[in-house]
Structures are given as C-alpha cells and as structure tokens.
C-alpha cells in the first residue's frame, strides 16, 4: 500500500512533471516535493512525488556494502 | 544510478548474509511493521538465509489489513446511494465488510471505479457535475498528505462534488499500542520507509526509548532489508536500542517538512477502531472544521447496518504478532487469494496472501 516507486523527472509544468518510471513516460504531481528539478529522482507513491532520492546517500550506502562483500569474501 | 537494480545485488547480498550469521550470537525477535517489507522478505526468502538465532514477525502495516469491518460497511453503504461514485484503490474492492464487499455491490449496479491516485478521482469529479465522487482514504502517513493535496486541489479547481471517507491510520500510535498490550515481545522493529519518508525517523524514538527496542527504517529492496538487519543485529549484540536510518537515500531524519505542513492543515488526529487491535486514541485523521464540506461521512445520511465479523478468521491475532497464518484452520482451505474470507489473504501486502503466495507451509 505503501508502495512507492524511484522516477526520474523530465519536465516540469507547474506543480506537475512528466517523468519516466520504468522505460515509461507518466504524469506526476509535486504537491508535496516543490523544490524538485529536472534530472532528480523522485519516490512516487500514488501518482505524487513523496520524497527527492539522495544520489550521494545512494553512493555512500552502496559503498560501504560493497567494503562488506569484499570483507566477506577475503574472510570465506 | 537506477535506484532499483544496485539493490538486488547477489555479491552484496552475500556479503551482509554473512555477516549477520557472523555477528548474530544471540537469540533475537524482530517484527516487519510493514506489509511492503513482509513482500520483500517472502519474495526473496529472506527467511530462509537467516540465521536459526533471529525469528522474524510479520506486523499490522498493511492498510487494507487493519481496517475494521465497522469502517468497511460505511464504504460499502456509501457505494448504493444513487448518484455517487465511488472510487478507490484496488486491493480495497474484494475485502468482505460485514453483509457484502465493493466488489459484490459493484456487481449489482454501484458504480465504483479502481483509480492509481487521487489525481484520476478529481478528473472523475469534474467529468461528473451532477455525480458525488467519494475517495476511500486508506492509508497510512504516506499517503494521507496526497488526500490531504487532493482536497486542496479541488478548493483551487473549485470542484464541489468532491468527498472523502477518511479511514487513514497512523503507525506510531499503533505501535505503542500492541507493545503496551504486552503480548508480543520484541526486540528489534524494522520500521517502513515510506511512512518515515514523511514523518522523518523522530517519531520512532519512544520505541527504543522507552521500550528498549532497536529500530532500524528500511527500504524495500532485498539489499535494504538484509542490511536492516544487519544494523538490528549490531544494535542488539552491543546491547543498544536506538533508531537508525539504513534507507537513507529516501528517507530524512526529519522528514517531508511541505507534506507534513498539508497534512496538518488539513487534517487532524482523532481515535480509530483497528482491526484485531480495538480503539486507538490518535491513531486516525479527520477533516479539520474548515474542510469538512469535504467529509462524505457528513454530506451523506450512511446506513451501514449492524457489524459482523467473519467467523473463525484470525487476522486479528495475526495483525499483532501474536499468531501465525500457518495457526488459522481457514488458511489455504476455505481462505484463498481467489476466495478470501480475511483481509489479510485479500491485500497483496497481507500476511496471509504472502505465506499463500510464496511460503506456504513454512516454518522457520
């Protein structure tokens, strides 16, 4: 239910945006993520963007996971 | 960066598996409050790479799930009053309220339309002068900010045949509640993401605070609850209990600041009836004074009839911890996805759907 899916914007109009999930184009609402630009990627939850995605946080998490695995594997 | 595939890795995903059976010494019970996370853990068998030391429990964090038939009956009343249009997400249509459900009474000439969002439901109602279009708002913090957007929306459009039956539901409050009770013990909660992408990772403190509990907010990609794990195991055998953030790319410490702010002006908090759980204070919204031209339960006279409960169901038991689909003699025999007799086996979220689905039979 709770159910929200990473976009990325193209275009905005307004308080609305097209942006691309999943190789398809869909309409989206920025009531509640005003500050959003062309080029960020949003979580979008029935149709409205909930929340900008962190690339750097991302990148950081992904980082540090991959310290793990290698750890893991010297370790096996 | 795609957000979604560097998430499913199988190299990292051994990596943290690893570790957890690694540092994982003592014996530990952790809940998944929410119906996305319990999808991502059967899917992937999460359960199964775990080690013997950590059992995991599904909790009430499934919208459809926890509403009781009481508010149920109202939707169902609402859909046969002529002239109204009733609209809705989808996984409300098959759930059985006490006489019937939407689905049923659609059969029989209510007109009720599946929407994807609160956007389709104002283009209804502008198409439909002379129609009342009603919205189902379930949900929890996540989307009761879009209800609360959507109101504000058709004061700008000046759309006046616009309403809401709010059944929304809040998670902290319901999270105190099933601790209080103290039928579940618990040591870790993984906490939903997209409820903490709008109400930020304070509203969590009180659980470890006061009851001692690790918590850790999650995403919904195996990688994500793996490493939520991780991070709950390393709370717990260094004998903390603090909230922390693993879904940090989607989730602030302090939130949705401008989806708060909507949903404060417009809403406020007011007791729920739970299924399972009973009656709990500020655990639901209501339309503040200034909106309630918006309230459907006040512009219409519902008749919803005296409540039953489906007998011999637990979804109840299941929703607070305390049972297991696996203990319900209706599970997978008379109650199935196709014929479903609880909530649970009807959400695509619910635990009954998930054992259904992807682990029927299991046990640890």
């Known amino acids: 239910m709770c159910l929200a899916i990473p976009a990325l914007i193209k275009l905005i109009e307004d308080k609305e945006a097209e942006a691309e999930i999943g190789g398809i184009t869909r309409r989206i609402s920025l009531w509640l993520t005003p500050e959003a630009k062309v080029g960020d990627y949003v979580l979008v939850h029935t149709g409205y963007a909930i929340n900008i995605l962190d690339e750097e946080e991302a990148k950081e998490t992904l980082r540090l996971l991959l310290e793990i695995a290698e750890l893991a594997e010297e370790q096996s | ?364």
């Open chain 2, 1 to 364: 960066m795609r957000f979604i595939q560097e998430f499913r890795s199988s190299e990292l995903a051994k990596g943290l598996i690893s570790r957890i059976h690694q540092k994982s010494k003592t014996q530990a019970r952790f809940m998944e409050f929410c119906g996305g996370h319990t999808v991502t853990i059967f899917r992937y068998g999460i359960r199964q790479v775990l080690p013997k030391t950590l059992e995991m429990l599904s909790g009430p964090g499934c919208p459809v799930c926890v509403t009781a038939n009481v508010d149920l009956d109202k939707a169902i009343a609402l859909a046969q009053i002529p002239d109204v249009i009733i609209t809705t997400f989808g996984d409300m249509l098959k759930v059985p309220g006490s006489h019937s459900s939407l689905q049923e009474v659609n059969a029989s000439g209510a007109d009720i339309r599946m929407v994807y969002s609160t956007m389709d439901a104002l283009n209804l109602a502008e198409e439909n002068p002379t129609k009342s279009v009603v919205f189902i708002g379930i949900g929890f913090e996540t989307t009761a900010p879009i209800i609360a957007a959507s109101i504000l929306q058709a004061e700008e459009r000046r759309i006046r045949n616009y309403y809401i039956l709010s059944m929304h539901k809040l998670c902290p409050p319901v999270i105190r509640a099933i601790l209080e009770s103290g039928e579940v013990k618990l040591h870790g909660l993984i906490c939903p993401g997209h409820v903490s992408a709008i109400i930020g990772s304070h509203p969590w403190e009180f659980i470890a605070r006061d009851y001692g509990i690790s918590c850790v907010i999650s995403g919904f990609e195996p990688i994500d609850v793996l490493q939520c794990v991780d991070m709950l195991v390393a709370q717990i055998e260094s004998g903390q209990s603090k909230v922390e953030i693993a879904y940090r790319r989607g989730v602030h410490p302090e939130g949705n600041q401008q989806a708060l702010k909507l949903m404060k002006q417009v809403f406020e908090p007011c007791p729920a009836q739970w299924r399972g759980i009973g009656e709990v204070p500020d655990s639901s919204l209501k339309l503040k004074k200034e909106y309630q031209h918006f309230d459907a339960e006040l512009a219409f006279d519902i008749d919803p009839g005296p409540t039953y409960e489906p007998v011999g169901c637990i979804c109840g038991d299941i929703l607070r911890g305390v049972k297991t689909p696996l203990d319900c003699s209706l599970f997978g025999k008379d109650c199935t996805p196709q014929y479903p007799i609880g909530p649970c086996m009807v959400s695509s979220e619910g635990s009954c759907s998930a054992y259904y689905l992807y682990g029927e039979g299991f046990e640890g």
